[in-house]
């Protein structure tokens, strides 16, 4: 394995780990910016009323969105496995 290939490998799993991680990262900022957002206009400074329904929705999210991230892992594995021995 040359050192463009080492990169290119490097670089395309820095890519699946942002594009697998962003909508349960995106729903978590959503969520939390409603309930900081409600937090302000009702004056209630409790830490648990934000945390809470951002741990909910990621689980929800992450439970929904299983299948095509396991998809998107096992293709990049066939991927990788086949390319190696391949070579």
Known sequence: MGLDHAVELTRHTLVLALLIAAPVLVIGLFVGFVASLLQAVTQLQEQTLSLIPKIIAMVIC????????GQHL??????IFGAGLSQ
Do not use: G, I, K, S
């Open 62 to 69: 992450t439970v929904l969105l299983l299948p095509w991230m």
């Open 74 to 79: 096992l293709e990049y594995a066939r991927q």
